[in-house]
């Protein structure tokens, strides 16, 4: 017991400093791999920049690109549409894509500053893909249109059940 007794020290010596290195590895090492993450996003960050600043953009070419799309949309959207064509152009596209109208209506036109939004709605049964080319498609079509809201639920039998709310822009006529 004597000769333990005299090596007490050098115990406690060793305690102490595994206690310290189990504090800082504890405490410094998570910091250190948080922060380590932080350098490589900013990294990223720095290296994007750089990139985005080698290119010869001027302001003027975005700008103009920046009118040229304003002007695409604003042609778009002073297109005169009427709730027929709509309700025709939503059956068609819902019967290419093998979607299954339930129900299909669109409401009173709203109107004001020179345009006209129909608001549009319905019920609609088919596969999740088919139902995404489905809503693709419409997006895609000459019209100017704004998916309000899209409820969608499974029905059990591989295909799914949607209501969607959608408003169609147009021109004044």
Not at 3 to 18: C, M, W
Not at 66 to 86: A, F, P
Not at 135 to 157: H, K, P, R, T
């Amino acid at each position: 017991m004597n000769k333990l007794y005299r090596y007490k020290y050098v115990f406690l010596t060793v305690l102490v400093i595994a206690a310290t290195l189990f504090a800082i590895l504890g405490i410094c090492v998570p910091y250190i791999m948080e922060e380590s993450s932080n350098f490589q996003k900013l990294k990223g960050q720095r290296q994007l920049y750089e990139l985005a600043s080698k290119q010869e953009i001027s302001a003027d070419s975005l700008l103009n690109e920046y009118r040229d799309i304003s002007g695409k949309i604003n042609s778009l959207v002073r297109t005169s549409v009427t709730s027929s064509e709509i309700l025709m152009m939503i059956h068609g596209k819902a019967a290419e894509n093998n979607v299954n109208m339930i129900d299909l209506t669109t409401q009173e036109s709203l109107k004001g500053d020179g345009r006209i939004e129909y608001p549009v709605s319905f019920k609609a049964v088919s596969d999740y893909t088919d139902f995404l080319r489905f809503i693709e498609a419409l997006e895609n079509e000459a019209f100017c249109i704004s998916v309000n809201s899209i409820d969608m639920s499974g029905n059990g039998s591989g295909k799914v059940s949607a209501a969607v709310k959608l408003a169609v822009l147009g021109g004044e006529q």
